[in-house]
């Protein structure tokens, strides 16, 4: 079978049937830099990594081993990912990055779940035409000022969702895929998610782990990882790795 194919539960082992309960920390990781064209709603394109991501993402590995060691988890073989190329490949450079370091074999699984923000119609459009086709619908009022940023904001055409709507789907993959691993597996658990800044942000705000009032101010680097650990009350918590502050054109 390959790996690819193997479900949630196949993803690590037991070592000791009823031991208490390890941790259970999702990393957020950003894709890494493409050329993304200029003024343009990147929507759901199929665009691949330029070499700069690929370089990111074989750089992203150190620091997600680094936060292992800091607080004594065990990196899952498993890395889910957004099934957009950027994010997929993202995903392929980190794990072959975490096998050369390692010497474990780490495999990827895509899912569609954590694909960014549709943007439905007005997917890779650039902005002044979507601007100007809302403009030009009767129907419709202007888009307001700032709205690519808005969590609760959806274009008004046929398929988009909010950031809220998107951080919602990842955020219940995330929760699902961590759920997933036994609560008897003493492991104390780092999980990868590869996927887009603001549908990871989002999620950490669905998830509880992050102010909704501050995320628009914030974003993540390209091939940055950023932790978060669900406590075994069912809280989750923001446990390393710092959101950058919004950079417009950044």
């Known amino acids: 079978m390959n790996v ?3 479900g949630d539960d196949d993803a690590g082992g037991i070592e000791a049937a009823g031991a208490p309960r390890g ?4 990393g957020f990781v950003r894709h890494g830099h493409f050329d993304r064209p ?3 709603a990147s929507g759901h394109s199929l665009l691949p990594l330029s070499e700069l991501g690929r370089d990111q993402a074989r750089r992203a590995a150190d620091p997600i081993l680094d936060y292992c060691e800091e607080f004594a988890l065990e990196l899952d073989a498993r890395i889910e990912a957004s099934q957009l190329l950027r994010a997929w490949e993202t995903a392929k450079v980190l794990a072959e ?3 050369a370091r390692t010497g474990r074999h780490f495999y990827v699984v895509e899912r569609n779940e954590l694909v960014e923000r549709g943007l ?3 997917a890779n459009l650039t902005f002044d035409r979507i601007h100007a086709l809302i403009d030009a619908d009767p129907r ?3 888009l307001p000022a700032g709205w690519r940023r808005m969590p609760e904001f959806r274009l008004p055409v046929q398929g988009a969702e909010s950031l809220m709507m998107a951080g919602a789907r990842v955020a219940a993959r995330v929760a699902a895929s961590l759920g997933s691993i036994p609560d008897e597996d003493p492991r104390d658990v780092l999980r990868l998610f590869v996927a887009h800044s603001g549908c990871l942000r989002h999620a950490a705000v669905q998830l509880g782990a992050l102010d909704v009032r ?3 101010g914030l974003s993540m680097d390209f091939a940055q990882s950023v932790l978060f650990e669900k406590l075994p009350n069912g809280d989750w918590i923001h446990l390393a790795g710092q959101l950058r502050k919004f950079i417009p054109g950044r």
């Open 97 to 99: 990055a975490l096998e």
């Open 214 to 216: 501050a995320v628009p």
């Open 23 to 26: 941790r259970r920390v999702a």
């Open 38 to 40: 200029e003024n343009t």
């Open 120 to 122: 439905g119609s007005c």
């Open 4 to 6: 690819d194919e193997l």
């Open 140 to 142: 419709l009022a202007p």
